[in-house]
């Protein structure tokens, strides 16, 4: 719109005569004329000369007469030259308010007229017009005052930096110097597009290094910024996000918006943005404040910094773009800091360039105010108004001896000024640039930008009004500009500064070191005790309590035990002591220690209740049931060749990595933190597979171990004399497991708890083991340690045929008899059912009397017990099994049980046996049922005798 408005302007400039004086037709231009005495005396005629957004743009101009701008008695002084000036003023519009300004800037034109020093022969008058803070208006109020009979020296305004820059750019064409009371835009320092503007309100630019430092103070890394889609805030947002970024400020999101900001809000809330610089006008402000209360975007975790000129109560004006009530509006800006010009110099009892102290300004403005009847709408900027005009007066003023001694302007004088006067506004610019005075406001000079480096306030909400709470000083050292000793104190919501940002804390789960210390300790008293135990077991191998106890495997079973407390004692390492670098390698030490020593030690442990179990269900003689060597160590290589396919499988092909979990986030809404809980583990890929298949084979295993256990309670073997107490260590290792399995995945997710129930329940595993284990075998020796050499362990067969009666001798041999017999008969039901291949070993098929297939030796049944030189026991056929029902009974042919013997008896030993046990069991006269059972045997033994003669 200002490019469409320099156009129009040139078009003028180029039709114009020499003077740059338009002759227009008077019935496009309303001129009014008002006298002050009326303007003083009637608040109406005052409101009448500030018309709202509806009047119409010839209602625009205001001009005073020369004579009424001072007393009366003063007017008729006809000696003074009137100097005329033309002001802009916003007045009442949709976007700002400045009807407090005006009266201000008249009451420093009664001033200046009252002073004898001041413009001496000349008296300044003041024309001014309503822009309604719009660009377009304000342009074309400019082109009627241009265009009037009337010649202005300089123009005052306008308040609305969007009216001030395209009127700067006509004016300059008009050669007209602007100086503006309000205008704060930082683009109209460009001095190339605005050669000839100056401002006694610092632009927002100045409030940038406000801003800055405060961050600074505040150590806060992370901002975010809003504002309106207008040059005003563009330009100063640019500027303050490049001076950001030049610091290492962080800026989260720069959000802009032009009708409605709900968006560019909740942008802002999901950037979880907390200390938001926003520019905008009021009535944009209390759009994006009522959004800020919808999303909750206020209190004590948010800092809000705005503009400070709003006007007094701006959240209570009625707002039909809202849905929000000014309580609510209250509530979501209340604690709101504001960067400001400061309305009054801080010097409140220094005499300024007027005569008047800035506190008897202050109190002259107010009582103007009061007398129009506006104490309502007192305004910030009406003493930077009063300094605008005082800047122009003592311009002026210094010009006219100027103009009398320049060379080129040799005898010119103030009133001779014309609009194609290129040097006069010359003068008027190198005047300005070095004027130096004591103003109401502050110290008033400019830059070589047309700019005042005035103090700027920081401001907060408080209780409804703004208060100062800090001062910055401009021209101060680095150190001295951020003043918060010279107001009130910040009163903060949550009591302290809110962070930048939510804090988000990576917290890694880790163990206490305490723990892993203590459990160290314990592991090691355990390898400890466990040693003892062994040393123990190899200084009484000999005794009975150890050599009837399989002592080899005790061995393995404390080396087992001491492994497991190897995996305690490195169970606590986490990447928090030994780094994550080394992290996957003691996880893979504990893969291998835990499962190979849980093996060895609850694997001898249930080998030898299994072994106890079979003798059992075979009914085997308890007292003489041959080795125990060979059958524990076959089921430990089992376990052990199952858990080592596993880990070898595992490690090699699948190594161990390390993951890291997030878990669920805590969050601290008094400190404004996130945690993130992140757990550190060595199970990633396939891991888990192997481990469920550790579990699952380990977990049958205890189950099993379990019922065994059960079923052996009360059976007792005189060579492995611990299956009891092995019995009770496996309920106890079980009863843990159980406990420990299912926590372990349960409570994963809390490092050091987990820790803490795993290496207890482990570690108590092992000591009760040992001590149940090996406490007995103590207690049995207790008071005969001495005799460790001397008392030595008996053979089976001495125990035995020392300890057992004659009776349970005969019993023992008829078990005996019972096996070879429900071995026989399995053996011939076989030979039946298969024929003369039955006895044959290799592979093949039997299919109606004929043989598939190839053998790979001889028979297995019957090739044991035979003696050297003796016939060998050949195959059958089907029909060498064809047997009379006179010579077998069925009970004697059916199936075989599930009982097994190791070696056959031939038909003559079995007739010798029966023979023998007869007369055995006569001397000691048996019992009728036990004369039954013999007389079975006897018959059963018949039946033997006649297959074998066949």
């Known amino acids: 719109m200002a490019a469409i408005y320099l156009i129009i302007q040139t078009l003028f400039v180029i039709s114009t005569s020499a003077q740059s004086t338009l002759e227009v037709p008077t019935d496009s231009i309303s001129l009014f004329t008002t006298d002050w005495n009326d303007v003083t005396t009637s608040t109406g005629e005052l409101n009448d000369l500030l018309p709202d957004t509806n009047t119409t743009m010839s209602n625009l101009m205001v001009t005073s007469p020369k004579q009424t701008t001072l007393a009366p008695s003063e007017a008729d002084d006809n000696d003074n030259v009137t100097l005329n000036i033309v002001g802009f003023f916003p007045g009442k519009s949709n976007v700002i308010s400045m009807e407090g300004v005006l009266p201000a800037c008249q009451l420093a034109l009664d001033h200046v007229n009252s002073r004898d020093d001041i413009l001496p022969g000349y008296f300044l008058n003041l024309d001014y017009g309503n822009t309604q803070c719009n660009p377009g208006y304000g342009t074309k109020v400019l082109f009627e005052f241009i265009n009037s009979n009337t010649t202005y020296l300089i123009v005052l305004g306008a308040g609305c930096s969007g009216v001030a820059q395209p009127i700067s750019m006509a004016a300059n064409l008009w050669n007209l110097v602007q100086m503006s009371y309000g205008a704060s835009n930082p683009a109209l320092s460009n001095r190339n597009r605005y050669p000839s503007f100056y401002r006694t309100y610092a632009p927002d630019s100045l409030y940038n290094y406000a801003r800055l430092d405060i961050i600074k103070y505040f150590n806060w890394t992370k901002v975010a910024t809003l504002h309106e889609n207008q040059e005003l805030f563009s330009s100063t947002i640019n500027d303050l996000s490049s001076k950001l970024r030049d610091n290492g400020i962080e800026i989260l999101t720069s959000e802009s918006f032009t009708v409605d900001p709900s968006e560019q809000v909740k942008n802002l809330k999901e950037k979880n943005a907390r200390i938001i610089f926003g520019n905008f006008y009021e009535d944009m402000a209390r759009q994006v404040f009522c959004e800020v209360y919808k999303q909750k975007m206020y ?225 090691g008293g355990g390898i400890l005790l466990a040693l003892g135990f062994l040393i123990f077991t190899l200084v009484y191998w000999n005794r009975t309590c150890i050599s009837k106890a399989a002592p080899g495997y005790l061995i393995i079973l404390i080396l087992g035990i001491m492994l497991v407390y190897v995996t305690v004692g490195i169970l606590g390492l986490d990447a928090g002591i030994i780094g994550q670098q080394h992290l996957t390698k003691i996880c893979t030490i504990r893969a291998w220690t835990l499962p190979l020593g849980f093996t060895l030690s609850y694997g001898t442990i249930f080998s030898k209740v299994y072994r106890a179990h079979k003798l059992f269900t075979t009914k085997a003689n308890l007292w003489k049931p041959g080795p125990h060597t060979l059958p524990i160590l076959g089921r430990l290589m089992v376990f052990l060749l199952v858990d080592l396919t596993i880990l070898v499988v595992w490690i090699i092909k699948f190594p161990m990595e390390l993951s890291v979990e997030n878990q669920k986030t805590i969050v601290d809404e008094d400190n404004n933190i996130e945690i993130i809980p992140r757990i550190e583990y060595c199970d990633k890929g396939k891991s888990i597979y192997f481990i469920a298949a550790l579990m699952v084979f380990h977990g049958l295993q205890l189950l099993l171990g379990a019922f065994l256990s059960y079923e052996t309670r009360e059976v007792k073997i005189p060579s492995l004399n611990d299956v009891f107490f092995n019995g009770i260590a496996t309920y106890t290792i079980v009863t843990l497991s159980i406990i420990c399995a299912p926590l372990s995945f349960i409570i994963n997710n809390k490092p050091d708890i987990a820790f803490l129930i795993e290496a207890s329940l482990i570690w108590a595993a092992c000591t009760l083991t040992l001590f149940i284990i090996f406490v007995p075998k103590l207690l049995h020796l207790r008071g005969s340690f001495h005799e460790r050499k001397t008392s030595l362990s008996k053979s089976d067969d001495q125990v035995y045929e020392e300890e057992v009666d004659e009776e349970t001798k005969l019993r023992h041999k008829l078990d005996e008899v019972e096996r070879e017999i429900e071995r026989v008969k399995r053996e011939i039901y076989r030979r039946r059912k298969f024929g003369r291949y039955a006895t044959m070993r290799g592979c093949g098929l039997w299919f109606f009397g004929h043989h598939l297939g190839c053998t790979c030796g001889k028979s297995d049944s019957y090739d044991v017990d035979r003696e050297e030189g003796e016939e060998e026991f050949g195959a059958y056929t089907n029909k060498s099994f064809d047997l009379t029902e006179g010579t077998t009974s069925d009970h004697a042919l059916a199936a075989p049980s599930t009982s097994s013997t190791k070696a056959p008896v031939k038909g003559v030993e079995a007739a010798e046996m029966k023979h023998i046990v007869v007369e055995e069991i006569s001397q000691v006269s048996p019992s009728d049922k036990e004369m039954t059972t013999m007389t079975s045997i006897a018959e059963a033994s018949e039946v033997e005798v006649s297959v074998s003669e066949n």
Request: proline fraction near 4%; aromatic fraction near 12%; hydrophobic fraction near 35%.
């Open 299 to 523: 209190g004590k975790h948010y800092v809000w910094f705005i503009l400070g000129w709003y006007t007094h109560n701006w959240w209570t004006v009625e707002d039909p773009n809202i849905d929000c009530t000014p309580e609510q509006l209250y509530e979501a800006i209340d604690g709101y800091l504001a960067t400001e010009n400061i309305d009054l110099s801080i010097y409140r009892d220094q005499t300024t360039s007027s005569g008047f102290t800035p506190d008897e300004y202050q109190a002259l403005y107010e009582e103007r105010m009061a007398s129009l009847g506006q104490s309502d709408n007192i305004d910030t900027k009406a003493a930077y108004c009063y300094d605008a005009v005082w800047s122009i007066a003592l311009t002026l003023n210094e010009s006219i001896e100027t103009l009398k001694t320049e060379p080129n302007l040799t005898n010119r004088r103030l009133e001779e000024f014309t609009y194609a006067d290129e040097k006069m506004k010359q003068v008027f610019i190198d005047t300005l640039n070095t004027l130096q005075f004591e103003g109401v406001s502050g110290p008033v000079s400019f830059n070589d930008k047309g700019d005042r480096e005035g103090l700027i306030n920081i401001e907060q909400l408080q209780d409804g009004k703004e208060v100062v709470v800090g001062i910055y000083f401009p021209q101060m050292p680095e150190s001295d500009k951020l003043r918060w000793d010279m107001g009130k104190d910040i009163i903060w919501k949550g009591g302290k500064p809110p962070k930048d940002a939510t804090v988000v804390i990576e917290e890694y789960q880790r163990i206490p070191i305490l723990y892993v210390m203590v459990f160290a300790g314990l592991a």
